[in-house]
Nanobody, 131 residues
């Protein structure tokens, strides 16, 4: 069984930065593609970024490209989301998600942007950006 625990959220002024972390339990993390999603009140869950199991490939949503960076440390079973130049519209609950290696899903844009591509989810961490 896999458990994901996000941390690092909080209140920040526009233009500021935050780094989110997602710690995973279990032994499959190092072979699993990972994603970050967010959900604002009244809106659908939205793809933010994804990273391949070996960290060699990343995909970011256009809305965060150039501002957010996803990375991972397989030795620490942790994936990160560095968020810079934050805007009020980035306010949301941020979730990390894991796609187990057993699914053999290819790491391509059309798949990693879908919430259904991930079998495990964290509980979320709130990010609030004030103007």
């Amino acid at each position: 069984q896999v458990q994901l625990v996000e941390s690092g959220g909080g209140l920040v002024q526009a233009g500021g930065s935050l780094r989110l972390s997602c710690a995973a339990s279990g032994r499959i993390f190092s072979r699993a593609d990972m994603g970050w999603f967010r959900q604002a009140p009244g809106k659908e869950r939205e793809f933010v970024a994804a990273i391949s199991w070996d960290g060699r490939s990343t995909i970011e949503a256009d809305s965060v490209k150039g501002r957010f960076t996803i990375s991972r440390d397989n030795a620490k079973n942790t994936v990160y989301l560095q968020m810079n130049s934050l805007k009020p519209e980035d306010t949301a609950v941020y979730y990390c998600a894991l796609d187990p290696p057993t699914t053999r899903r290819p790491f391509i844009h059309s798949i990693v942007v879908l919430p259904t591509a991930y079998d495990y989810w964290g509980q979320g961490t709130q990010v609030t950006v004030s103007s």
